[in-house]
């Protein structure tokens, strides 16, 4: 079983960044994709961003492309996600989460069903 834990979370105000990490206590190279989601209080938990391992292919939700930027140190077993000109809407829990499928051949890589294990996830709050 891989364990994920966060790091990285705070407050900060609109404009600026943070960069969180996800070590793994597994090899991360195992893991067909990792990826990270966010939830606020009373919604949907949503995909933000996924990388995976074939070919490091990344995506974004619309709502972050051009802001956030993935990345996978296999060599560390980390997962980490670089957050720029942060909003007040990106406040959020965010959550680490990863798989060793596909299970399908349609993968969905922003969808919280195709994702094993997860992190207890770390606070970002951004403040306007």
């Known amino acids: 079983r891989v364990q994920l834990v966060e790091s990285g979370g705070g407050s900060v105000q609109a404009g600026g960044s943070l960069r969180l990490s996800c070590a793994a206590s597994g090899d991360t190279r195992s893991m067909y994709c990792m990826a990270w989601f966010r939830q606020v209080p009373g919604e949907q938990r949503e995909g933000v961003a996924s990388?995976?391992?074939?070919?490091?292919?990344?995506y974004y939700a619309d709502s972050v492309k051009g802001r956030f930027t993935v990345s996978l140190d296999n060599a560390k077993n980390t997962l980490h996600l670089q957050m720029n000109s942060l909003k007040p809407e990106d406040t959020a829990m965010y959550y680490c989460?990863?798989?060793?499928?596909?299970?399908?051949?349609?993968?969905?890589?922003?969808?919280?069903?195709?994702?094993?294990?997860w992190g207890l996830g770390t606070q970002v709050t951004v403040s306007s």
């Open positions: 990388i995976s391992n074939n070919f490091g292919s990344t």
């Open positions: 989460a990863a798989t060793p499928g596909p299970y399908s051949p349609a993968f969905q890589a922003l969808e919280r069903y195709e994702y094993n294990y």
